[in-house]
């Protein structure tokens, strides 16, 4: 039997946590013969703890022969120690009548514990996955509040969105998502962020040759960047299963490897593209042994080229504002 991975995750009683928690235990994440031990924590409400407390019973009755371990603590130091993943999900959603100024303190002050917590308890590799929003900005607080871990260990999660521009093209050429390779997102993971099907391949032929391209440009592109509004109106609540599906599908290939396929990460920037050293934004990566490496050597269009830009002055913004929290 191998050594257990223990994954801590946040928010665990939230919308995504409800199908995020079963599937890594049910071995989506690490594989079928990977043991996990699952370290939740959510606030420390009585109410918040009520419902993790179900959620734990639920994992319970699953007899997950995989799940080799459930712990939950409203401490984010306990909940994180020694933890070789870590997911944090929770954060403040945006209420009604909300400033962006103000959601972004709100999880500034959330992310600031939090990369404090993991910097004195978790894994000295421990992998961190930031997807409550806005994901780019918490990871980039988390990353600089835990001066002691890898700073490259700090990722926030666009997998969504590229997943949904493979979705999207799917549709469109009349092919499976199996036969696109090379798609990716970059920027933002907000409606600033830039599809790239520039890149992409379907079967081997650029994709752009079975999607025309004003089609991508005018209408594609706004649909996988407002996506997330769509699901908002028509569901009546964000997205959650398909949210968890991409923590999946991150983590699973920062682990266990992308092989030659493109997996759209959000990083810290080394500079590459011209992208502000530091900034959190979402490339184009391929990974191997736990690492991930951004795609080089990308033509990038004029299109291409404007949208990142709006991408790379939001994240800006935002960094400015949170930098100044933290002092
Ligand atoms: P929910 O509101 O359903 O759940 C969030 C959970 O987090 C709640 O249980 C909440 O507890 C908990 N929580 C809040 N603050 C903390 C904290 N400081 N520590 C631990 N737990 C906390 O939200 P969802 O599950 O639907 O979404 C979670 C986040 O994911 C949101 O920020 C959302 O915007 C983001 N998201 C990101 C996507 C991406 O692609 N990056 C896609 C979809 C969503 P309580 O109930 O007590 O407040």
């Known amino acids: 039997m191998k050594k257990p991975i223990r994954v801590a995750v946040t928010g665990p009683a939230g919308n995504i946590g409800y199908s995020l928690l079963f599937r890594i235990a049910a071995g989506d994440m690490f594989g079928p013969d990977q043991p996990v031990i699952l370290q939740l924590l959510d606030r420390a409400s009585p109410e918040s703890q009520q419902k993790v407390t179900g959620v734990m019973m639920e994992l319970d009755d699953c007899a997950f022969p995989l799940l080799a371990g459930l712990e939950n603590s409203p401490e984010a130091t306990t909940a994180f120690r020694d933890a070789d993943v870590a997911l944090l999900v929770g954060a403040r959603p945006r209420s009604k009548g909300m400033e962006r100024a103000d959601l972004?303190?709100?999880?500034?002050e959330i992310f600031v514990a939090q990369g404090r917590a993991l910097n004195e308890a978790a894994s000295r590799d421990c992998k961190v996955l930031v997807v409550g929003n806005p994901c780019n900005t918490?990871?980039?607080?988390?990353?600089?509040?835990?001066?002691?871990?890898?700073p490259e260990n700090f990722t926030s999660m666009l997998r969504l969105d590229q997943n949904?521009?493979?979705?999207?093209?799917?549709?469109?050429?009349?092919v499976s998502v199996n036969d696109i390779t090379h798609a990716a997102v970059w920027g933002n993971h907000s409606p600033a962020m830039f599809p790239d099907l520039d890149h992409a391949l379907i079967k081997g032929r650029p994709a752009l040759e079975l999607v025309d391209r004003s089609y991508y440009q005018e209408t594609m592109t706004p649909i996988v960047a407002k996506r997330g509004s769509a699901i908002i109106e028509a569901r009546g609540a964000s997205s959650a299963a398909s949210?968890?599906?991409?923590?999946?599908?991150h983590i699973r290939d920062w682990v266990l490897g992308s092989g030659d396929r493109w997996v759209t990460m959000g990083v810290p920037s080394d500079g590459s593209y011209g992208i502000p050293e530091g900034l959190l934004f979402g490339f184009p990566c391929t990974t191997k042994d736990g690492r991930w490496e951004i795609v080089q050597g990308l033509e990038l269009s004029d299109f291409a080229r404007a949208t990142i830009a709006k991408s790379v002055a939001e994240l800006e913004s935002e960094r400015a504002h949170v930098a100044a929290l933290l002092g």
């Open 138 to 150: 918490n990871a980039w607080i988390a990353m600089k509040s835990a001066p002691d871990l890898k």
């Open 104 to 108: 972004l303190n709100a999880n500034a």
């Open 164 to 174: 949904r521009l493979m979705a999207q093209t799917a549709t469109q050429a009349k």
């Open 243 to 249: 949210a968890a599906s991409a923590a999946i599908d």
